[in-house]
T-cell receptor, first 113, second 116 residues
Framework: GENVEQHPSTLSVQEGDSAVIKCTYSDSASNYFPWYKQELGKGPQLIIDIRSNVGEKKDQRIAVTLNKTAKHFSLHITETQPEDSAVYFCAASIAGGSYIPTFGRGTSLIVHP | EAGVAQSPRYKIIEKRQSVAFWCNPISGHATLYWYQQILGQGPKLLIQFQNNGVVDDSQLPKDRFSAERLKGVDSTLKIQPAKLEDSAVYLC??????????????FGPGTRLLVL
């Protein structure tokens, strides 16, 4: 089955800095890669996703890059703000048919004012 | 639109007792998922429904866990009897479907279970 590794487990940055979270996956058939933000006491919320036919996707301060050859994808957050503090999860799956995502273990991002 | 609703939000039970969680997905969402999230880990899929049929339950401990989705809308997840290692947050999610462009999942707030 799919295996997703996520690094780092904790990331501490100053407000205004950039943050990068990296994930690797094992199943070359995976073609859909969502990123979730989970705040304390809440369920995960989708913040951005990317499909295997695209190398990069941006949404304001958030961007995701995908390297299919190396089987890794990354989340980039620019101009971090204290409200970006949360746990971020990456996931990998095969979209279409039975969609069963495998999640990484999460990265706790702390943005210091 | 209303989000995914879950209840209760918190539950404390003793080992060997039984417990049930309820989920109401977003209206019109055909696919419903139950996840177990142990502290410090990512969500792990327990069971996936498409309408009222089970698509995948390969990671559901069937000797103690059961789930149903009657009429293809609400769903319940039951644990009987509970073990200490079942302490976790149980998340329900729904999506329009499982096909391409339909798989975006919307999560509920979760039920935090503590087994003593």
């Amino acid at each position: 089955g799919e295996n997703v590794e996520q690094h780092p487990s904790t990331l501490s940055v100053q407000e205004g800095d950039s943050a990068v979270i990296k994930c690797t996956y094992s199943d070359s058939a995976s073609n859909y890669f969502p990123w979730y933000k989970q705040e304390l006491g809440k369920g995960p919320q989708l913040i951005i996703d990317i499909r295997s036919n695209v190398g990069e996707k941006k949404d304001q301060r958030i961007a995701v890059t995908l390297n299919k050859t190396a089987k890794h994808f990354s989340l980039h957050i620019t101009e971090t703000q204290p409200e970006d503090s949360a746990v971020y999860f990456c996931a990998a799956s095969i979209a279409g048919g039975s969609y069963i995502p495998t999640f990484g273990r999460g990265t706790s991002l702390i943005v210091h004012p | 639109e209303a989000g995914v609703a879950q209840s209760p939000r918190y539950k404390i039970i003793e080992k060997r007792q039984s417990v049930a969680f309820w989920c109401n997905p977003i209206s019109g969402h055909a696919t419903l998922y139950w996840y177990q999230q142990i502290l410090g880990q990512g969500p792990k899929l327990l069971i996936q429904f498409q309408n009222n049929g089970v698509v995948d339950d390969s990671q559901l401990p069937k000797d103690r866990f059961s789930a149903e989705r009657l009429k293809g809308v609400d769903s319940t997840l039951k644990i009987q009897p509970a073990k200490l290692e079942d302490s976790a947050v149980y998340l329900c999610a729904s999506s329009l479907g499982a096909g391409s462009q339909q798989e975006t999942q919307y999560f509920g707030p979760g039920t935090r279970l503590l087994v003593l």
